[in-house]
């Protein structure tokens, strides 16, 4: 059974940093690449973040350019994002996921080439 927990969650004020981690099993972990999403309350989901199998690639939504970074420990089985400069839109339910080594780059934005999701962690940012 796969599983993808993440955790790192919380509130914190506009200028703050966190970083979330998203833990994996029952999958072959360097096989997969891996992503990060958020959705807000009544916005579609948006892509956040990808990274390769290897950490040699990574890509970002336009609004997280610069101030977010995505990496992952394949020791570990775990995928990190470093959140900073944290904005009230940064807001959101985020949401890690793993799309086969096999997707095509150029999809990773897209939620739907992604098979597994974990169960999400809320980050609200005051003003």
């Known amino acids: 059974q796969v599983q993808l927990i993440e955790s790192g969650g919380g509130l914190v004020q506009a200028g703050d940093s966190l970083r979330l981690s998203c833990a994996a099993s029952?999958?072959?972990?360097?096989?997969?690449?891996m992503g990060w999403f958020r959705q807000a309350p009544g916005k579609e989901r948006e892509f956040v973040a990808t990274?390769?199998?290897?950490?040699?690639?990574?890509y970002y939504g336009d609004s997280v350019k610069g101030r977010f970074t995505i990496s992952r420990d394949n020791a570990k089985n775990t995928v990190y994002l470093q959140m900073n400069s944290l904005k009230p839109e940064d807001t959101a339910i985020y949401f890690c996921a793993a799309a086969h080594r096999s997707v095509s780059d150029s999809w990773l934005a897209r939620a739907n080439k992604y098979d597994y999701w974990g169960q999400g962690t809320q980050v609200t940012v005051s003003a």
């Open positions: 990274i390769n199998w290897s950490g040699g690639s990574t």
């Open positions: 029952g999958l072959s972990f360097s096989s997969y690449k």
